[in-house]
């Protein structure tokens, strides 16, 4: 057997476009990279950025942890505050509320989720809610918030709260800037006007700015945004639309004071052709209407938006126009996009920061050497056309599974046909309560079932296992449950004492 031989190493990293995904980049592969790989990150002040406040899902503890970020100092220089889920407010119907919460529903018993036990005992008029049976879903809308006490018992629900972040992508960038400048990388200010592929290979180059000053590397990262000025303008990798499932491709985002403490959720509130987003952070709110502009005008969303603010608007509305979807190459050659570059997926289950995430992970899982071995390429294209498409399904599930016929958006979206894939999980479900996790997806059983079952999807029946547990067994579960998830959530502090005591941020 032939020994492995070594490789040209790739040397240099061009991370093209700053912002979160620029900086998310060129922080991560310097860290775990250090100083044997160069790392510039070209960007101008001129571009603006998309740069509203950010709802995030607990991924991103991980990477943060990477980067050896702590979390009080994180959480105060982003004016962040913390998230439990997400309440969805009249989306399964006008009155419907929800909220989809991290972390997990009940305790399983014996080889049965708790929702399947809970299936039953609701059905015989002996349980909840489901989200009584959550930490998350009865500490959010009571305001209630901490991290994992170190000297909670093992087995208490304290022990294992899952929680994310809001705050404001600007500053966030900012403050991944200092740590990656600190780790080695080099920042260039400037704007790209032209790009040099080679003749034979097509492979980029180097990319010229207005100053002339011309930008070589072995790896180009595509953080331009909607604009995908090397994916897409050089490359021409083919982009994949999404918007006869997913028919909103604008919005228009506001910042306004803050007029009372901040949630520990971020708000979706359906309105008549799309929706409106509300997420709390220490020093204002960020608002913003995501719409179709098939079914609604740009005047019409303004007055919706306006209208419905908690506080002074700080700002006129930024306008955001997209077409919901993905490039079909993702690393085509010598280019990987992230970010916006890639594709988007609006932000109704926050997942604009994961798929960032998820895109440089991957990235530096199947590093390339200089020769770029087209395997690693068909690899990372093809697992990341897996990501999206399992996200793009769970939101086109919040959009399908509604009961709404008020509006001729809510009548497109709830009778469109939707993917295969998707309506596969939704058979599943309704037949017996039943979610199988395919692979690596985002989004696991607790968030499936919470969605589906707050969307107004009723399974027929639940798994026969759950008849074989006694039903004094399984309603003294469901009672368990209940007392022990009130009585937890009694014992933690409101969210914005957390914050005070831990990571206020300074006044601005």
């Known amino acids: 057997m032939p020994l492995p031989q070594p490789k040209r190493p790739i040397k240099t990293i061009a991370v093209i476009g700053g912002g979160t995904a620029g900086w998310m980049s060129a922080a991560a592969i ?35 942890r990477l980067l050896n970020i702590d979390e009080a100092e994180f959480v105060r220089e982003t004016q962040g505050t913390f998230k439990l889920g997400i309440q969805f407010k009249d989306w399964g119907k006008i009155g419907d509320s929800y909220i989809h919460g991290f972390g997990t529903i009940g305790r399983d018993l014996g080889l049965m989720p708790f929702h399947q036990y809970w299936l039953k005992a609701r059905a015989a008029g002996k349980a909840k809610d489901i989200g009584l049976y959550s930490l998350n879903t009865v500490a959010a809308p009571l305001g209630k918030f901490m991290a994992p006490p170190r000297d909670a018992p093992a087995h208490s629900p304290l022990a294992e709260i899952a929680y994310a972040y809001h705050f404001d992508a600007t500053l966030y960038a900012r403050f991944l800037r200092k740590q990656a400048e600190a780790q080695g990388v080099t920042r260039t200010e400037g704007k790209v006007v032209a790009v040099t592929q080679n003749s034979e290979s097509g492979f980029v180059e180097s990319v010229t700015l207005e ?26 990798a083919g982009f994949e639309d999404w918007t006869h499932w997913l028919p909103c491709d604008r919005a228009l985002a506001v910042p306004c004071e803050k007029v009372e403490a901040p949630t520990p959720y971020t708000r979706s509130t359906a309105r008549k052709a799309g929706w409106q987003w509300r997420i709390p952070l220490q020093h204002r709110t960020g608002n913003g209407h995501v719409y179709s502009s098939q079914f609604m005008s740009d005047s019409e969303a303004a007055d919706v938006l306006l209208q419905s603010l908690d506080g002074r608007p700080l700002a006129d509305p930024k306008a955001i126009r997209f077409t919901t979807g993905k490039r079909r190459k993702l690393w085509d050659k010598n280019v990987v996009a992230v970010g916006l570059a890639g ?28 020769d ?3 395997v690693l390429q068909e690899t990372y294209n093809a697992q990341m056309q897996f990501e999206y498409e399992r996200i793009r399904d769970f939101i086109i599930l919040h959009y399908h599974a509604t009961e709404r016929s008020d509006s001729e958006f809510w009548n497109y979206v709830r009778t469109m046909p939707v993917p295969s894939s998707l309506k596969a999980y939704m058979d599943l479900f309704t037949a017996d309560g039943q979610f199988f996790r395919e692979g690596t997806e985002l989004f696991g059983l607790t968030s499936w079932v919470q969605v589906m079952l707050g969307q107004g999807l009723s399974p027929r029946s639940y798994h026969p296992a759950v008849d074989w547990v006694k039903d004094d067994d399984m309603l003294s579960l469901i009672d368990h449950v209940e007392k022990v998830v009130a009585s937890n959530v009694a014992l933690m502090p409101r969210h914005e004492d957390f914050i005070a005591r831990h990571c206020a941020a300074r006044s601005v």
């Open 30 to 64: 310097s860290k775990s990279f250090g100083r044997n790989i160069q790392v510039q990150l070209v960007e101008s002040d001129e571009i603006g950025l998309i740069g509203v406040g950010e709802a995030t899902v607990p991924h991103i503890s991980a990477f943060n």
């Open 211 to 236: 100053s002339g000053a011309a930008i070589a590397a072995d790896l180009f990262i595509d953080c331009t945004g909607f604009r995908a000025l090397l994916i897409e303008d050089t490359l021409q």
């Open 343 to 370: 594709g988007f997926i609006e932000p109704l289950e926050s997942t604009a920061i994961f798929l960032i995430q998820s895109g440089i992970s991957r990235l530096m899982s199947l590093f390339p050497h200089a």
């Open 372 to 374: 770029f071995e087209p």
